[in-house]
Nanobody, 120 residues
Framework: VQLQASGEGLVPAGGSLTLSCAPSTTLYGFKSMGWYRQPPGKQRDLVALFTFGSSSINYADSVKGRFTFSRDDDENTFALHMNSLKPEDTGVYYC??????????????WGQGTEVTVSS
C-alpha cells in the first residue's frame, strides 16, 4: 500500500492550506487513517486520526477548531484542511493509515511527507 500526499506549501500566518492523501488501495480496507506532523527538531506527533469503527476523529489539542479531517469516498482520498495557520504549525506532515488483516493483524503505512511552512 502506498500513500501519496500532496498540498505542501508556504503560507502566511492566518492563512489556510489543504493537504490531500491518495492511498493505492480502497479507504474501506483501513481501520484508521489520518495525519501526523514533525516540526523541525522535534518528534512526530498526531494531528488528526479518523477511526472507521466509531466514525470518530481525534484531534491534537493544538489544532482543535482550526484543522478538519475529511475523506472523499468517491475520489478515494482523505484530506486535512488547515485554517488560521500559525508559525508553530510548520513541519513535515505525514499521512498515515492502518490496514486491517489478515485476521486480527494490522499494518501501518506512512506517506512520504509533505512540507508546510507558516511564515510569521
Amino acid at each position: 500500500v502506498q500513500l501519496q500526499a500532496s498540498g505542501e506549501g508556504l503560507v502566511p500566518a492566518g492563512g489556510s492550506l489543504t493537504l490531500s492523501c491518495a492511498p493505492s488501495t480502497t479507504l474501506y480496507g483501513f481501520k484508521s487513517m489520518g495525519w501526523y506532523r514533525q516540526p523541525p527538531g522535534k518528534q512526530r506527533d498526531l494531528v488528526a486520526l479518523f477511526t472507521f469503527g466509531s466514525s470518530s476523529i481525534n484531534y491534537a489539542d493544538s489544532v482543535k477548531g482550526r484543522f478538519t479531517f475529511s475523506r472523499d469516498d468517491d475520489e478515494n482520498t482523505f484530506a486535512l484542511h488547515m485554517n488560521s495557520l500559525k508559525p508553530e504549525d510548520t513541519g513535515v506532515y505525514y499521512c498515515y493509515a492502518v490496514q486491517r488483516g489478515p485476521g486480527l493483524a494490522t499494518t501501518s503505512f506512512w506517506g512520504q511527507g509533505t512540507e508546510v511552512t507558516v511564515s510569521s
